[in-house]
């Protein structure tokens, strides 16, 4: 593979072209032909082959994201950049790095440990979710309370367009953003616009101390999950997350087959236990109270991050494994984990749930036949939409996306989408139809 781009002929094949070998796979989002990215040009010579020989492409990364969208089994080439990974710039003094698409969450964590400093984002699956995979999906975890999506964290990027050009968007620390900020065309949008080949982001200290309270309730006895959670909303404390746990997960996380409200607080030591006593004096009667510190805490949320489905447990013969996000008013979250939980004993699936109370994103973790998961989104999303929110489908196998709307009805400003579309991509070579409305 070429070192520059400069040195590229971009009408030319990519030398590392090759039949793929995952044709078939159960997510689909394939290709008949595999070309491993190593470097940007990389990226810009497969590009300008595809475009000029009017070839799509799909792209992938960690792997992640394979069974989220995607209505075309596969594309005429599969464009990897697992192997483009890395630090491209660390700037310690300014909380920022660069780094590249391929890189995962651990690994940027691990990199940024020694200075104190990390990235506060908290995706599902560190070790197989790459950065790249993440921001084309805007995806975050419960911390989204405190810190945001990852939409908050870009400052900059680099992105490779259908035809190979390249540009940047934004810069490369927070002051030097102005103006109208093209980050969010290709922020969450999976990658239809164009291929990110660096990404450069915010950075915070890492906490001098965290601490994870959870408050067990008794069956019966949710709706005082709510009130608890309106008055913390209503005090002066700052958690990272205000997650409602179903049964299930609950009982996989604690042993404690009940709802249970996650507390979680990250400052120093003083602050953490300060909002900690706060708990403990307004504790409801209906509930039981666990606190983890430091180590017992950062435990709990590795188990946490390995909940759901992932790249390696699709499915098998009979059943299957799926994953659903929901957005709604931050209030109907735990009324939105009843209703799921409700319709999967009513169905007869296997379901795991958890909501922020203070963000509404609720995700849906689910096992079943295929039938029976078809009726759970057609009645979960006709109940979620009366309440004015949304149900997507993240992670789903192929031969179910061709039954189901992945995105539900097009959205009053699917113009806008499909103009912005035709701008950077006129030829829909990328990611076909895996975006809002057939994108």
């Not at 990658?191 to 309270?213: A, M, Q």
Request: charged letters at 25%.
């Amino acid at each position: 593979m070429v070192s520059s781009h400069q040195d590229t002929d971009l009408c030319t094949e990519p030398e590392v072209l090759r039949t793929n070998n995952e044709l078939g796979h159960p997510l689909g989002n394939g290709g008949e032909e595999f070309v491993d990215c190593y470097s940007e040009a990389d990226i810009s010579k497969t590009l300008a082959y595809a475009y000029e020989t009017n070839r799509t492409v799909n792209i992938i990364s960690g792997g992640t994201k394979r069974g989220y969208g995607g209505q075309i089994e596969q594309a005429d080439i599969l464009l990897s950049l697992k192997h483009y990974k890395g630090i491209v710039e660390h700037s310690v003094g300014d909380l920022t790095m660069t780094v590249r698409p391929g890189t995962t969450i651990k690994e940027i964590t691990d990199e940024l440990s020694p200075f104190g400093q990390c990235l506060a984002l908290d995706p599902p699956w560190p070790e197989q979710a790459t950065i790249g995979g993440v921001i084309a999906a805007n995806d975050s975890g419960p911390k989204r309370l405190l810190y945001g999506s990852a939409r908050d964290f870009v400052i900059g990027t680099r992105i490779v367009y259908a035809d190979g050009r390249i540009i940047r968007t934004g810069g490369k620390v927070v002051k030097n953003v102005a103006g109208y900020d093209m980050n969010k065309l290709f922020i969450g949008s999976m990658g239809t616009l164009g291929v990110i080949s660096e990404i450069t982001l915010k950075l915070r200290p890492i906490p001098k101390y965290e601490g994870v309270s959870i408050l067990h309730f008794q069956n019966g006895q949710e709706m005082a999950i709510r009130k608890f959670a309106v008055h913390l909303l209503d005090s002066m404390l700052e958690p990272v997350c205000l997650e409602v746990l179903t049964p299930s997960v609950a009982k996989k996380m604690t042993g404690k087959n009940q709802y249970a409200l996650v507390i979680a607080f990250e400052d120093r030591e003083r602050a953490v236990r300060e909002q900690e006593k706060w708990i403990q004096e307004h504790i409801p009667r209906e509930a039981v109270l666990t606190i983890f510190h430091q180590h017992e805490a950062s435990e709990w949320w590795g188990q946490f991050y390995h909940l759901g489905a992932s790249r390696c447990n699709t499915t098998d013969d009979v059943k299957i494994q799926a994953a659903l996000k929901i957005g709604s008013n931050n209030l109907d979250v735990l009324d939105n984990l009843q209703i799921a939980c409700q319709l999967a004993d009513d169905i007869g699936v296997y379901v795991e749930g958890h909501g922020g109370v203070g963000h509404g994103i609720t995700k849906i973790f689910m096992e079943g036949f295929p039938e029976a998961f078809i009726s759970f989104v057609e009645l979960l999303r006709k109940k979620v939409e009366e309440r004015h929110g949304y149900v997507l489908c993240t992670h789903l196998p192929f031969v179910l996306r061709q039954k189901i709307s992945v995105w539900g009805d097009k959205p009053e400003h699917f113009f806008l989408l499909d103009g912005i579309k035709q701008v950077n991509d006129p030829k829909r070579i990328l990611n076909r139809k895996r975006y809002v409305g057939g994108l």
